[in-house]
């Protein structure tokens, strides 16, 4: 869903089961402030939230392979500490991110073993191990 609180949020929360909220947010404080409101309007509701996903973490430089925290380096891990939630993984700032997603076939499809691809498999790993068990 779009980030925040509004009508779409609480709807969907209140009308349809959910067995867990994942929220992503960058490192940014506007953004962790949206994530905040999030996380808080999904305990309200009595969604559980299975923890926090932190976009765009890092850049990686293709050529040297220098990283750069371009938006911050810890916001998603101290917001996920201040609510006593699980950081679940991080996206980094990547071009084949986009590239692939434009052309219709997303990393973890056209490129499997790429580090970006193995990010988004191992956060989806650490989803499946939070939510519940469906009843039989």
């Known amino acids: 869903m779009p980030p925040g609180t509004g009508d779409v949020q609480l709807s969907v929360s209140q ?5 867990g909220a994942v929220i992503v947010s960058t490192p940014q ?17 009595h ?3 299975l923890g926090l996903v ?18 911050g ?3 998603v891990k101290d917001l996920a500490k201040t609510l006593g939630l699980d950081v679940l993984g991080d996206v980094p700032l990547h071009i ?31 989803i499946l191990r939070r939510l519940p068990v469906p009843p039989a």
């Open 96 to 126: 084949n991110i986009r590239e692939t997603c434009d052309s219709g076939q997303p990393v973890v499809i056209s490129q499997p073993q790429s580090d970006a691809a193995k990010a988004y498999h191992e956060i989806a790993m650490e």
């Open 15 to 19: 009308n349809i089961p959910i067995a």
């Open 29 to 45: 404080d506007v953004a962790l402030l949206d994530a905040r409101k999030g996380a808080e309007m999904f305990r309200k509701v």
């Open 54 to 71: 932190q976009n765009m973490s890092v850049f990686q430089c293709p050529k040297c392979k220098h990283e750069t925290h371009i938006f």
């Open 47 to 49: 969604v559980p939230v």
């Open 73 to 75: 380096t810890d916001g």
